[in-house]
Structure formats: C-alpha cells, structure tokens
C-alpha cells in the first residue's frame, strides 16, 4: 500500500466528520500522537523535527519536565482549575513573577488584564481600551498585518482572503505601509504627511498597532529606526502604540519583548501563544496604569482564568531569571541566518530573499508555488515547517527556542534535501 494511501485513510475521520475549515492537516496529512521537545511522533511511530512550534506556541518546546510535573501535581491536589477572574493561588503567583521577571528589570511599568485565552482576545482588548482612553475610533494598522480572526482584529489586518471571511464592512481603521513595503519609499514619511494634511482622509486615530515581526505575513522585520520614528509619531500626535508580540514576543527574536532592542516603551502589549508556557490557552495584555480606565467587567470572558497555564507560565519565567536563555535564542539565530544565506546562495533557482530575526526567520522564494512544495516535501522527509505570506512565498521558520543545535542542523538538512528535490524535478 502506497504511503499516499496510507495517509488517506488515516485521515479518513478528520476528513468525514470535521469541517472543510481545517487547514494545518490537510498539510500535514497524519494522525500525531506524542511530542517531547522538538519532536513530535504519529501513530506510526515516524519521527519528525518541529520547524512550527504550534505557531510559535510552544517557545519552550513540547512537554517541559518541570511545567509538565507541576501540572500533574496541581491537579493531583485537586487545584482550582476554572476561576474566571477570582484570585487563586496561581494567578497571583504568576502576576508577581512576571512583575519580578519581566517587568522590574526592563522598568517597564503596566498592569496586566487576562483579556480571554487567545491572541485575538488580548488584540481586541487593546483596541477597545485605545478607543475607550482617547475618546478617536480609527485605528491604523500596516500592510500584510495579521492580528487575529474576530472582527476588531481582522478590521487590522491585511490579508484579504481573511479580511472576506468576516462577512460584513470592517470599519474605522487604515492600512499604512510596513517598512520597506515599496522599495525606496520612506514609509515613515507617507505616515506622517496622512496624518498633517487635513485633507489626507485620515482622520486622528485612537492608536497604531504593528507587529516588530510580522508572522503570518511573510516574516518582514522591520528595522529599530522604523520603529523608533513609529514610537515619535505616537508621541507627537497622541496617539497609543500597541505592539502585537503574540508571535513575536516570548523570547522569539531573542529578547522577551521583541521591541526591546528598539528602546521604545509602548502603551499597550499584547502577548499570547508562548507566554502559557506549555500550549495552553492563555493571553495577557500589558497596559500603561494611566491608560488602565476599564470598568469591573467592561472586557471579560469565561476562560480567562486558566491556572493549569498559569503554572505553566510561571515556570516558563524562570528561563528569563539571566540572560543565558537569550543569548543561545540569538546565538541559534546567527546559526539559522547563516543557514539561510548560504541555501540562497546555492540555489539560485529559489530566487531567496532573507527575511526576519532570532528564531523566527524565513527565505521569501519568488517562484509561484514552490514555498509550498517545500514544505510538502519536508514534511515527507519528516520536518514540520509551514508557509506564510500572503501568496504562501515564504518557508518560514518557528523551531521551539530549546532546540539543539543538532535539531536545528538536522531540520535545515531536511530543508536542503527538499530543496534539491523540488527543484531538480
């Protein structure tokens, strides 16, 4: 039996009963069943390098010992599972360690809401309170921008397939271009001039929401000076920077925050994906105390309480009690760089662009559809990587940040044999 056939029949349930929504495993046509560090395994046993990381989810790799047995043990003892938003034993303990962590060191001064458990909870929750402060209801927003999949956040991103998906008008933002989004165009200068000129359409906006790095579309960095001058402009206008870090942030580019090497201070942050530590659902969104206006229940949702990824979280913190996890995150990420630059190098025929930074990092490949032949080969060869931009160019690399350096060189000779492959066919 061939292994295409194999796999039709091991997806034969998904493809029966679930949705025609699903996406990631028509990709990945198997049936996963254990994961540990930066490799996962099916039911067959087959092995795979995980170049994914549930979408940057899990930072710290699959199945942590210590967040792993903490957990266990929580719910052993039969710890509080659902809280909403009561105080317990774990909320507290996270909120002081984050503060002690994160917070304190970079004098950094926020509250902390836990908005609901996903990225587009915390991104809605920024927009709402930006609204909410200055009393404007227009929000701009960057070109290929993605901030999540409710209507507040898809009215902020760029990807038009997802933008139709929401079925009504989404109002009371504008796209500005991201940096470097047309060769030899100062971005910064098209912004600013919007914003002077009364007769530009564009009227005061409540705030600015970018992504340092953006993730789903297309891994384009935008430069410290880029975000410097975004970060001014918000200063001279009034005007509230949030800084969606739900993929980028978490240690991803090699600092916890990934604006962090710009030396901008925003007004609101929204974090999600890694910062539960294990995989589980949770977000929080960082708020200047003077922008903290909400009233009791203003913004809230049922699961914005989850202890088990409390726990989680707060072991995850540990890594960020010295700067040694950050040094190998960026020292990998010279690591990967060079990797990348020497696979457009050789292969010509990928027609490669360099994109992103620390461990999140792709080659654009301007060749219709070979991204996504890439990948579907490297997954045949047992390496998870994705795509990403908005026609799928980019191969786009999100390995946990535990990831060995054998992993990591193991995975990008995956990629290189599926390389060759694609292309001498």
């Not at 809605?124 to 909410?132: D, G, H, N, T």
Request: some cysteine; aromatic content about 8%; charged content about 25%.
């Amino acid at each position: 039996m061939t292994t295409a056939v194999l796999n039709e029949s091991k997806m034969k349930t998904f493809e029966e009963i679930e949705s025609a929504v699903r996406s990631y495993s028509r990709g990945w046509p198997t049936v996963f069943d254990k994961a540990k560090g930066y490799k996962l395994w099916d039911t067959d046993g087959r092995e795979y390098i995980d170049f994914f990381a549930g979408a940057g989810t899990l930072n710290y790799g699959h199945n942590d010992d210590a967040m792993q047995e903490k957990i266990i043990n929580y719910i052993k003892n039969d710890g509080i599972i659902h809280s909403l938003d009561m105080g317990t034993t774990p909320r507290k303990e996270f909120l002081e360690q984050f503060k002690e962590i994160i917070l304190k060191p970079r004098n950094l001064d926020y509250k902390i809401m836990f908005p609901g458990p996903t990225g587009t909870n915390t991104v809605e929750s920024a927009l709402k309170i930006a609204r909410k402060v200055t009393g404007r209801d227009t929000v701009i927003s960057f070109t290929n921008a993605f901030h999540g999949m409710t209507i507040g956040s898809l009215s902020v991103t760029g990807n038009s397939f997802k933008r139709h998906g929401a079925g009504v008008p989404l109002h009371h933002t504008v796209s500005m271009p991201f940096d470097d989004y047309v060769e030899d165009q100062d971005s910064i200068a098209y912004l600013e001039r919007f914003l002077e000129d009364s007769g530009s359409g564009v009227a005061l906006p409540a705030a600015i929401i970018l992504e340092t790095v953006q993730g789903e579309g297309g891994i384009n960095a935008a430069r410290m000076e880029w975000l410097k001058k975004v970060d001014a402009i918000c200063k001279r206008w009034d005007i509230l920077l949030i800084i969606d870090d739900v993929q980028a942030g978490n240690g991803r580019t090699g600092t916890f925050f990934s604006f962090e090497p710009a030396g901008i201070n925003p007004d609101v942050v929204c974090l999600s994906k890694s910062i539960g530590g294990f995989g589980l659902p949770m977000a929080i969104t960082l708020i200047k105390p003077e922008y903290d206006q909400w009233g009791p229940g203003e913004h809230n949702g049922t699961f914005r309480g989850n202890n088990l990824a409390f726990i989680a979280a707060t072991e995850a913190l540990s890594n960020w009690k010295t700067d040694d996890f950050s040094k190998d995150i960026q020292a990998k990420g010279d690591l990967l760089k060079t990797a990348v630059n020497k696979l457009i190098e050789k292969y010509p025929v990928l027609k490669g662009e360099a994109r992103g930074r620390g461990l999140m990092q792709g080659i654009a490949v301007h060749v219709d559809g070979l991204a996504e032949a890439i990948c579907a080969e490297a997954f045949k060869r047992g390496l998870i990587v994705e795509t990403s931009g908005p026609a799928d160019e980019v191969v786009k690399f999100l390995p946990p940040l535990v990831i060995d350096q054998e992993g990591l060189e193991k995975g990008l000779e995956i990629l290189e044999d599926s390389i060759k492959y694609v292309t001498n066919k």
